[in-house]
């Protein structure tokens, strides 16, 4: 049976970026300057442009208990011929009873909190006048108002611009995955969760101190300006285009992002140390007899202390299914 189409009409999601970057603005401030990245086009979400979707990412079936869930590896960016999920993911999500995310970015209380203002002592603390001076120049460049992001924490004003940035490659937080598979989810009546907070994520951005953030954010520019983050980006949405797990599976090694002791912490904040949260989440999904369709960054899948493996450690039988290729999971 074909699942109905999705039209605009039925279309559930919105867009965190679109609220966190005020796209809004950037479309009316912007569009007059042919420099400035396009705004990001319609999808075709007919029944026939669905019907013609093709597979990308990374797929596992899980078993455990009599029962099959799913651990699915998403892009949060995307590009508009990818945004429809295709005929294997469709049918794994179909076969579920619950998608779990990261995060559900149709919660009203997630976008509240990554929307909400920054304490401003603390961005007078970490915003010098260098680094205020860097992140205008960025805005700048990424055709935004001057004040779109001024209210935000300093790290989410440079992760949203890295974002940003991707759009010269046709990247749009628009067409990430989990935007669209939570609408087909919800067109289903399907229950879905979150397997975060947003509290939790905050943290995982900024680290554990001021100081941290503050090199976070120093980073984060540099990589915009030396034009490595779009390249960075660019490479990385190939990978999970193409279902390439070699070269996911490589990302340390060609990122170029885990190169001094503060970046190695925050690529372990990043993965590692969510990992075992996520996991754990999508096992008591499944032990209270739901079939999980988990819908998790496909970075979280690589390595033996990806997704795979800990469920594996965990009593689930794991099967590749996108690519069928994918070494066999050895516990962790």
């Not at 892009?75 to 294997?88: F, I, M």
């Not at 990043?270 to 075992?276: G, I, T």
Request: hydrophobic share 45%; aromatic share 4%; with cysteine.
């Amino acid at each position: 049976m074909n699942p109905p189409p999705i039209t605009p009409a039925r279309r559930p999601w919105s867009p965190l970026l679109r609220k966190l970057a005020l796209l809004a603005l950037f479309v009316s401030a912007g569009a007059a300057l042919a420099a400035c990245p396009p705004a990001a086009p319609a999808p075709d979400l007919s029944q026939s442009a669905l019907a013609a979707s093709v597979d990308r990412g990374l797929l596992w079936r899980i078993d455990k208990d009599g029962r099959s869930s799913w651990l699915y590896g998403t892009l949060h960016l995307g590009k508009v011929d990818w945004a429809l999920p295709g005929p294997r993911v469709r049918r794994a999500l179909l076969d579920s009873d619950t998608l779990a995310m990261e995060l559900d970015l149709q919660d009203p209380a997630t976008v509240a909190a990554f929307a909400e203002r920054a304490d401003p002592a603390l961005s007078e603390r970490l915003l010098t006048p260098e680094r205020r001076r860097r992140l205008a120049r960025q805005a700048a460049e990424a055709c935004l108002p001057e004040s779109a992001l001024a209210g935000l924490r300093p790290i989410l004003q440079v992760t949203t611009l890295s974002l940003l940035a991707a759009r010269t490659e046709g990247l749009y937080g628009d067409f990430g995955s989990e935007l669209f598979l939570s609408g087909l989810a919800r067109a289903h009546n399907k229950r879905v969760v979150a397997l975060e907070s947003a509290a939790t994520q905050l943290k995982m951005l900024a680290g554990d101190s001021e100081a941290e953030e503050a090199e976070h954010v120093d980073q984060a520019l540099d990589e915009l300006e030396s034009g490595r983050a779009v390249v960075l980006a660019s490479e990385l949405a190939g990978a999970w285009a193409r279902s390439d797990w070699n070269r996911l599976g490589s990302y340390n090694r060609w990122c170029e992002c885990v190169r001094t002791p503060a970046e190695r912490r925050a690529m372990r904040r990043l993965l590692d140390e969510r990992n075992p949260g996520l996991a754990d989440g999508i096992a008591r999904l499944h032990g209270s007899g739901q079939r999980v369709f988990g819908a998790v960054g496909a970075l979280h899948m690589v390595g033996p202390r990806g997704l795979p493996a800990l469920m594996a450690a965990r009593g689930f039988r794991v099967t590749a299914v996108l690519p069928a290729a994918a070494p066999a999971v050895a516990r962790p």
